[in-house]
Antibody
Framework: QVQLVQSGGEVKKPGASVKVSCKAS????????ISWVRQAPGQGLEWMGW????????NYAQKLQGRVTMTTDTSTSTAYMELRSLRSDDTAVYYC???????????WGQGTLVTVSS | EIVLTQSPATLSLSPGERATLSCRAS??????LAWYQQKRGQAPRLLIY???KRATGIPARFSGSGSGTDFTLTISSLEPEDLAVYYC?????????FGQGTKVEIK
């Protein structure tokens, strides 16, 4: 069965960086894209960007351009999302999700809480 | 970017009632619209994609309709387990965007 398992929660200081991992299993990793979505406490969903594990192509939300990098390691079927220059408003649960054959987010990781606090 | 506006913000209904949720796009997204259900403390789950297609394993009481700028998610007969926030999402244009959500409460 398809599973996306994310790394554990993180607490970071303002200005630091965080790297969240998302390990995929149950399907051929390079066949489908991975998207990252975040959710601030009590708020809605915010799309952050997308990466193709096959080509490495990416597309990031403009508001995060320059601070976010999405990568993949096909040898371990793992996707990564790094966010730099963290601010308090980056405090959120970060989700990875598979972009399935339909083109939509059909499987999601369990979420990783990133807390930015001094 | 395409703005998705969902209404109402909150819907409070009794079990067995029909729930109608709306999602309006600031410009046409054709049929590139999906609906997700998010229960408290859980990741979102894909319900409907391409405006009207049910995702795998989704009960028949969930249906979607619409195209262009106006979309509707209907829950034909509300069950207690349908308590959740429902989000619409478009992938017609980058960046992909979500609506702000509709919370469905069970009376």
């Amino acid at each position: 069965q398809v599973q996306l398992v994310q790394s554990g929660g993180e607490v970071k200081k303002p200005g630091a960086s965080v790297k969240v991992s998302c390990k995929a299993s149950g399907y051929t990793f390079t066949t489908y894209g991975i998207s990252w979505v975040r959710q601030a406490p009590g708020q809605g969903l915010e799309w952050m960007g997308w990466i193709s594990p096959y080509s490495g192509n990416t597309n990031y939300a403009q508001k995060l351009q320059g601070r976010v990098t999405m990568t993949t390691d096909t040898s371990t079927s793992t996707a990564y999302m790094e966010l730099r220059s963290l601010r308090s408003d980056d405090t959120a649960v970060y989700y990875c999700a598979r972009i399935g054959g339909s083109g939509w987010l059909d499987y999601w990781g369990q979420g990783t809480l990133v807390t930015v606090s001094s | 970017e395409i703005v998705l506006t969902q209404s109402p913000a909150t819907l409070s209904l009794s079990p067995g009632e029909r729930a109608t949720l709306s999602c309006r796009a600031s410009q046409s997204v054709s049929s590139y619209l999906a609906w997700y259900q998010q229960k408290r403390g859980q990741a979102p789950r894909l319900l409907i994609y391409d405006a009207s297609k049910r995702a795998t394993g989704i009960p028949a009481r969930f249906s979607g309709s619409g195209s262009g700028t106006d979309f509707t998610l209907t829950i034909s007969s509300l069950e207690p387990e349908d308590l959740a926030v429902y989000y619409c999402q478009q992938r017609s244009n980058w960046p992909w965007t979500f609506g702000q959500g509709t919370k469905v409460e069970i009376k």
